[in-house]
């Protein structure tokens, strides 16, 4: 099966396997893809850092694959994944989606934080 | 709140509101994403056909937003949306993400046909 790549690179939806939760949206080139598929685990390639990038890798925080699915133009990819730590978000949080956008365009904090992201992240974000 | 565009444009997950399941994936420039918000309808920029798509306005299978939510980047962002219609998916199926990833790298379909995209579709997809 044949992934339509755009720029290299197809975005890739992470949902918790068990709460159905959005977690976050990363991209993946053809290795990282590859290596989703064969690890088990979720990688992405960072596009800011220019590198393969295990989800995880450094804040344990991985993500275990469950299934893979892929739309029907073949541009988009759905990974069902168990969390393997306290929470996806640099920021502390489960899900990167932790904000909802009001009415007037603004945007409210509509989870807690699960981590302290300090404690977590040494330097870079992962 | 400023959304981080990438060439214009911003990758909106819609996620069936009610379910949970991941509906499809498209991509909102920034007038498509205010009359997401102000219209209350989902509204994507087709990349393909370089205007915007107010999902579901041929089909009549509309989403109705229900909450948007943005990611820590402000790149990405989550629609929960309820369908008011058979489906999303431009070939017959609820979710675009109707097929999974087999271990040898091929693909099964996962889900059932809700409807017939020729009665629905008299040109092009939508």
Redesign the interface.
């Known amino acids: 099966?044949e992934l339509k790549l755009q720029d290299g690179l197809i975005?890739a939806?992470v949902?918790d396997a068990k709460t159905?939760?959005?977690l976050?949206?990363g991209y993946m080139n053809q290795e990282a893809y590859d290596l989703t598929?064969r690890t088990g685990y979720v990688t992405f390639y960072s596009r800011s850092r220019r590198k393969l990038w295990v989800k995880g890798e450094s804040s344990g925080h991985r993500l275990v694959v469950k299934?893979?699915?892929?739309?029907?133009?073949q541009d988009?990819v759905?990974v069902l994944a168990e969390l393997a730590g306290a929470g996806c978000?640099?920021?502390g949080?489960r899900s990167?989606?932790?904000?909802?956008?009001t009415a007037d365009?603004?945007?409210q904090v509509?989870a807690q934080r699960d981590f302290d992201p300090d404690q977590v992240y040494s330097g870079e974000k992962r």
């Open positions: 099966m975005p939806i949902q159905s939760e959005v976050m949206l598929l299934q893979v699915r892929i739309d029907c133009d988009a759905l978000c640099h920021l949080y990167c989606f932790f904000r909802s956008v365009g603004g945007v509509i």
